[in-house]
């Protein structure tokens, strides 16, 4: 089984910044692309960002420009660092990953956090 558990949400002023972040833990053989989602109220889980495994980069339009994503992989963590938050980025934020596990099959998982609230207002 393999956990996530986020930190680095809070309440920040708009223009402002946030660095979230991730660390799984388990028994975990490799980790392949972690992410960060999020879910704004009345609204549907979106992407924000993705890693890969070799550093590989994707991010929803929305935030390219403003937010990076970044991973080490010796310490199996994942951040977000978020500049010029906007009050849109308003959300519970999800981090994501993929990978094997440890086992003796090495089956895949498929892990999510439970979350971190960030909330950008004056």
């Known amino acids: 089984q393999v956990q996530l558990v986020e930190s680095g949400g809070g309440l920040v002023q708009p223009g402002g910044s946030l660095r979230l972040s991730c660390a799984a833990s388990?028994?975990?053989?490799?980790?392949?692309?972690m992410g960060w989602y999020r879910q704004a109220p009345g609204k549907e889980r979106e992407l924000v960002a993705r890693?890969?495994?070799?550093?590989?980069?994707y991010y929803a339009d929305s935030v390219k420009g403003r937010f990076t994503i970044s991973r080490d992989n010796a310490k199996n963590t994942v951040y977000l660092q978020m500049n010029s938050l906007k009050p849109e980025d308003t959300a519970v934020y999800y981090c994501?990953?993929?990978?094997?596990?440890?086992?003796?099959?090495?089956?895949?998982?498929?892990?999510w956090g439970q979350g971190t609230q960030v909330t950008v207002s004056s």
């Open positions: 890693i890969s495994s070799g550093g590989s980069t």
């Open positions: 994501n990953a993929a990978g094997s596990g440890s086992g003796l099959y090495f089956d895949p998982f498929d892990s």
């Open positions: 388990g028994s975990i053989f490799s980790i392949g692309a």
